[in-house]
């Protein structure tokens, strides 16, 4: 039986990307969280909420970024020579946040407010710059004999900088519904509200975006609305809205985990409707999977090792969610 290591090594991408905007949004959406809570011990309880496991969230972005360069290296060295600014700004603020994240729980008094401001502005502009660097990557890159030939500020236009605020607050959403799941109380019943304004800022995001992507990029449009693929598609905004009805039921209702489920939802289709707006192209707006790729031989030996780690990576991050489930109250804390 024949696979196409192309397509193999593409789901692989996928699935980390995917796995990390789910795992890490939620803990960088507690950061962007924080400046709307003033309670000291309310902001004790979140960071503890995500203290057991940030760090082994990270791993997916490792994996993402070293499985591109290894299985798509001329992806890897457009998209890094395009995007070279945002991504080194990404870089700086994520090791940042977790610096602050760490030097937060050994500060004295009269350094924690300074930490908290580093972990609120490392989280945000990760988030930012994340939302930024797909912004960039969909509205494509101009490459000429496999080489990018465009400018390093090419990103620096309306779209990437608007897919760099929805992030945000997709991230936001992410965070709120994860401390209703995993909190009580007074934050709980905050969080509660700060869900339904996250929410509309979502639901306007996916609005604009779905509206922006056809009228800005041909391709896309054709993509979306030339029969038959109209009706095969159309099951993906329509689910998406019924989802977002049932999120905002569930939060009326003051359901603990449907709406950290609802939102895990609306992230993953999301990410289906960019995927499918620029399949089969991993640099658009016409350099496909098979014409990035790296020989076959190479892809192949990589494959093995990511059979091998792949399932590590999967045990340890359930067995780490599964120790952690519950509830967590002020004056618990994990070190």
């Not at 490792?62 to 992806?75: N, S």
């Not at 993509?223 to 905004?237: A, C, E, G, K, Q």
């Not at 016409?286 to 045990?315: R, T």
Request: with cysteine; charged share 10%.
């Amino acid at each position: 039986m024949h696979f196409d290591l192309s397509v193999i090594w593409f789901a692989i991408i996928v699935f980390a990307t995917l796995m990390y905007i789910v795992m890490d949004g939620f803990d960088l959406g507690i950061g962007i969280l924080m400046p709307f809570v003033n309670n000291e011990k309310h902001k004790d309880v979140m960071v503890n909420s995500v203290a057991p496991v940030w760090d082994g969230n990270e791993t997916w972005i490792v994996l993402g970024g070293a499985a591109l360069f290894g299985a798509f290296p001329l992806a890897y060295s457009v998209i890094i020579e395009a995007l070279t600014i945002p991504l080194t700004l990404m870089l700086i603020a994520l090791i940042f946040r977790g610096v602050a994240f760490e030097f937060r729980f050994k500060a004295v008094e009269n350094h924690l407010q300074f930490w908290d401001r580093s972990f609120m502005v490392g989280s945000t502009a990760t988030t930012f710059f994340q939302g930024l660097v797909v912004g960039a990557v969909i509205q494509g890159f101009d490459v000429e004999n496999r080489v990018f030939v465009g400018g390093q500020l090419d990103w620096i236009t309306p779209f990437p900088i608007f897919c760099g605020f929805a992030l945000v607050a997709t991230y936001a959403l992410l965070g709120s519904t994860w401390l209703i799941m995993k909190t009580e109380g007074e934050l709980q019943q905050s969080m509660f509200t700060f869900t339904n304004k996250a929410l509309l800022a979502v639901i306007v995001a996916l609005i604009v975006v779905s509206l922006w992507t056809p009228l800005e990029f041909p391709a896309i449009a054709t993509r979306w609305f030339s029969t038959p693929n109209l009706f095969y598609l159309l099951p993906i905004p329509v689910i998406t809205g019924l989802v977002c009805l049932k999120m905002a039921d569930s939060v009326k209702k003051h359901k603990e985990r449907s709406p950290f489920v609802m939102a895990l939802i609306i992230i993953i289709l999301g990410f289906a409707g960019l995927g499918i707006s620029i399949w089969p192209n991993i640099i658009p707006p016409n350099i496909s999977i098979w014409e990035a790729a790296a020989p076959a031989s190479s892809q192949s030996f990589m494959l093995y090792g990511a059979a091998l780690i792949l399932p590590v990576i999967l045990a340890y991050t359930c067995w780490s969610y599964y120790v952690f489930t519950g509830k967590v109250k002020e004056g618990e804390a994990y070190h």
